[in-house]
T-cell receptor, first 114, second 115 residues
Framework: QKEVEQNSGPLSVPEGAIASLNCTYS??????FFWYRQYSGKSPELIMS????GDKEDGRFTAQLNKASQYVSLLIRDSQPSDSATYLC??????????????FGSGTRLLVRP | SAVISQKPSRDICQRGTSLTIQCQVD?????MFWYRQQPGQSLTLIAT?????????ESGFVIDKFPISRPNLTFSTLTVSNMSPEDSSIYLC????????????FGPGTRLTVL
């Protein structure tokens, strides 16, 4: 089982719709969860971080965390063609020396149709 | 977020040679990280570079192949040694800002092609 799993997509939504991106993780001890957006040929850009169960909203983005189900999601409201990118879920996971590192999912490609 | 620059932005190298990638941050940071992103894949952590101590390498990555320096709190280098075509990847540095918890911010990346 992969440590952080995402559907690779592409997820295709019409402009103005809500895009829902999902991520599951395997380590119950994870405490920090992140969503990055990566445009083709560019480096990842942090768009949301979430640490507690529930919802966290920032503009058109809402991150949702359910630690009991080991599930984190990202909702993008009023999707725009400029939102078309790959969205990477990242979760902090343990290392051998008991520190933590970020583990990335394989990413979901989002396509917003005009 | 931090302003992070990397040099070179891209390079084409011959097998058997080495390339050193530089990462510069606009402010002092404790934790710097080096990642690899192979074509069409996600990010894999190579090592963590803390100033004043040896880099910590992840499973599958060794110091002889990927030596790292961290001479101060704003700068780090990653060398890709004795390159083969399998080393063709994007190499990214990232930093963790203490005031932002454990959020990481990435540099623009170095696109390496090995012939």
């Amino acid at each position: 089982q992969k440590e952080v799993e995402q559907n690779s997509g592409p997820l295709s939504v019409p402009e103005g719709a809500i895009a829902s991106l999902n991520c599951t993780y395997s380590d119950r001890g994870s405490q920090s969860f992140f969503w990055y957006r990566q445009y083709s040929g560019k480096s990842p850009e942090l768009i949301m971080s979430i640490y507690s169960n529930g919802d966290k909203e920032d503009g058109r983005f809402t991150a949702q965390l359910n630690k009991a189900s080991q599930y984190v999601s990202l909702l993008i409201r009023d999707s725009q063609p400029s939102d078309s990118a790959t969205y990477l879920c990242a979760v902090n996971g343990p290392r051998m020396d008991s520190s933590y590192k970020l583990i990335f999912g394989s990413g979901t490609r989002l396509l917003v149709r005009p | 977020s931090a302003v992070i620059s990397q040099k070179p932005s891209r390079d084409i190298c011959q097998r058997g040679t080495s390339l050193t990638i530089q990462c510069q941050v606009d402010s002092q940071v404790t934790m710097m990280f080096w990642y690899r992103q192979q074509p069409g894949q996600s990010l894999t952590l190579i090592a963590t570079a803390n100033q004043g101590s040896e880099a910590t390498y992840e499973s599958g990555f060794v110091i002889d192949k990927f030596p790292i320096s961290r001479p101060n709190l704003t700068f780090s280098t990653l060398t890709v040694s004795n390159m083969s075509p399998e080393d063709s990847s994007i190499y990214l540095c990232s930093v963790e800002r203490e005031i932002a918890g454990d959020e990481q911010f990435f540099g623009p990346g170095t696109r390496l092609t090995v012939l």
